[in-house]
């Protein structure tokens, strides 16, 4: 199946062992408690848990089988602070691997995932690219999650063109939503997805008020995915208008 770590492990970010806990009140800088409590399962793996809140951090690292859940989608909120200027959350040595599709074996993270929880990049308080979240890495999950306010990119995925033999789901994409992103006119994207291939990618909305904006851009090396009977290559670079009212209900009831 396609990962999500076991999670046999799970601990609550506002535990006080955490740096004295994250407070998730909207204020406060909770960068050093949720640093130290996804540390404690960068080696072995397991979940950290975020209770209703919005949780401000500066740009943080998920590992190998590490799961970030929320308490629900929409009531736990991950905003990246003011000012960062960089990407909220990345998968452990995205920077040495990002790009190097040709290297067998450069799995980078596998197993991780993000489940019930909002990840925000809080793009009008960022003046350069700041993406919600940013992958490389296979066999990992995200569920019922959704991605806002990312500058530039929404989100980007990526892995090598190494298929680790056989035929099997590399990863599972489901209920996520990806909206309001942007901040370049002309060059912003909702989802930039470049592996992993063999993916399900199911029940999504990409939205943008822009029409200037491309929902998404998908590819494995240099081909677009044709996803048959779903995005077609002309597809990929279409925009996508919606006014407040429909991204709202697209949103909510898709």
């Known amino acids: 199946r396609a990962g999500g770590s076991a999670a046999t492990t799970t601990v609550n970010v506002k535990s006080t062992p955490f740096a004295g806990g994250a407070k998730g009140d909207g204020v406060t800088d909770d960068t050093a408690a949720i640093a130290a409590a996804e540390a404690s399962v960068a080696t072995s793996g397991g979940k950290v848990f975020f209770p209703?809140?919005?949780?401000?951090?500066?740009?943080?690292?998920?590992?190998?089988?590490?799961?970030?859940?929320?308490?629900?989608?929409?009531?736990?909120?991950?905003?990246?602070?003011a000012g960062s200027n960089a990407d909220l959350l990345k998968t452990k040595d995205y920077e040495l691997l990002t790009g190097t599709q040709g290297i067998s074996g450069n799995v980078g993270c596998s197993g991780h995932g993000l489940r019930?929880?909002?990840?925000?990049?809080?793009?009008?308080?960022?003046?350069?690219?700041?993406?919600?979240?940013?992958?490389?890495?296979?066999?990992?999950?995200?569920?019922?999650?959704?991605?806002?306010?990312?500058?530039?990119?929404?989100?980007?995925?990526?892995?090598?063109?190494?298929d680790g033999g056989g035929a099997?789901?590399?990863?599972?994409?489901?209920?996520?939503?990806?909206?309001?992103?942007?901040?370049?006119?002309?060059?912003?994207?909702?989802?930039?997805?470049?592996?992993?291939?063999?993916?399900?990618?199911?029940?999504?909305?990409?939205?943008?008020?822009?029409?200037?904006?491309?929902?998404?851009?998908?590819?494995?090396?240099?081909?677009?995915?044709?996803?048959?009977g779903g995005p077609t290559a002309a597809d990929l670079t279409a925009t996508a208008t919606l006014t407040i009212a429909e991204l709202r209900t697209r949103i909510i009831t898709a």
């Open 52 to 81: 209703a809140g919005v949780y401000i951090t500066g740009p943080q690292t998920l590992h190998s089988k590490g799961v970030w859940e929320g308490e629900s989608r929409g009531s736990a909120i991950v905003r990246l602070k």
């Open 116 to 162: 019930h929880i909002t990840l925000d990049a809080n793009r009008t308080q960022q003046t350069a690219r700041s993406r919600c979240y940013v992958s490389y890495g296979w066999k990992h999950t995200v569920l019922d999650v959704e991605f806002v306010n990312g500058h530039t990119i929404g989100v980007t995925s990526e892995w090598t063109n190494f």
């Open 168 to 228: 099997r789901m590399e990863a599972l994409w489901s209920n996520f939503r990806i909206w309001n992103y942007g901040g370049v006119k002309g060059g912003a994207v909702g989802l930039d997805f470049s592996g992993p291939h063999d993916s399900i990618l199911s029940d999504f909305v990409i939205a943008t008020l822009d029409s200037t904006i491309r929902p998404y851009h998908a590819k494995y090396g240099s081909t677009p995915i044709d996803a048959g």
